[in-house]
T-cell receptor, first 109, second 112 residues
Framework: KNEVEQSPQNLTAQEGEFITINCSYS?????LHWLQQHPGGGIVSLFM?????KKHGRLIATINIQEKHSSLHITASHPRDSAVYIC???????????WGAGTKLIIKP | DAGVIQSPRHEVTEMGQEVTLRCKPI?????LFWYRQTMMRGLELLIY????????DSGMPEDRFSAKMPNASFSTLKIQPSEPRDSAVYFC??????????FGPGTRLTVT
């Protein structure tokens, strides 16, 4: 079992829908990172979370330390949100970064 | 700031040749990371530095790979000798402490 699990692997939705991508981890972590990779290949850091919730524009990230779970939400989704979203957890025992497999999101107009 | 700068953006080389990838982190960032991305294995952390010192190189695939950070504004990832299976996109990223990492545009390496 992977230490960081993302779901779903693939998600196709219509423009305007509310999107949720989940990330669960099984190890102690110091922080969790959400990244976005566009079809062109560029990687953008979205959020780094160690507790609570962060919001940036239409993107919201939450983390529940007790449940070892984080979610990335996109409100009013748009075709330009189509990308692969990756969560990565910083293991607190050795500051090692553990990656989820990514969620491929396609938003149809 | 210009962000993380990587060079070259594309590299095509023949098997057996030495390849050197370069990275300039964002000024003031004390962590630098090298990643490799392939279709088969996804995104892998190869090595990271803190204040120019390598902290964890457990992701470096084998002795053919080496990374250096001679100063706070420059790092190299070298592959010698290169092999076709090294073909991938190599990303460099930097951060201030455990804050968000900022990724460079990547170097697409093709080894024929």
């Amino acid at each position: 079992k992977n230490e960081v699990e993302q779901s779903p692997q693939n998600l196709t939705a219509q423009e305007g829908e509310f999107i949720t991508i989940n990330c669960s981890y099984s190890v102690g972590i110091s922080a969790l990172h959400w990244l976005q990779q566009h079809p062109g290949g560029g990687i953008v850091s979205l959020f780094m979370l160690s507790s609570g919730k962060k919001k940036h524009g239409r993107l919201i990230a939450t983390i529940n330390i007790q449940e070892k779970h984080s979610s990335l939400h996109i409100t009013a989704s748009h075709p330009r949100d189509s990308a692969v979203y990756i969560c990565a957890a910083w293991r607190d025992s050795n500051y090692q970064l553990i990656w989820g497999a990514g969620t491929k999101l396609i938003i149809k107009p | 700031d210009a962000g993380v700068i990587q060079s070259p953006r594309h590299e095509v080389t023949e098997m057996g040749q030495e390849v050197t990838l370069r990275c300039k982190p964002i000024s003031g960032h004390d962590y630098l990371f090298w990643y490799r991305q392939t279709m088969m294995r996804g995104l892998e952390l190869l090595i990271y530095f803190n204040n120019n010192v390598p902290i964890d190189d457990s992701g470096m695939p084998e002795d053919r790979f080496s990374a250096k950070m001679p100063n706070a504004s420059f790092s190299t990832l070298k592959i010698q000798p290169s092999e076709p299976r090294d073909s991938a996109v190599y990303f460099c990223a930097s951060s201030r402490g455990a804050d968000e990492q900022y990724f460079g545009p990547g170097t697409r390496l093709t080894v024929t």
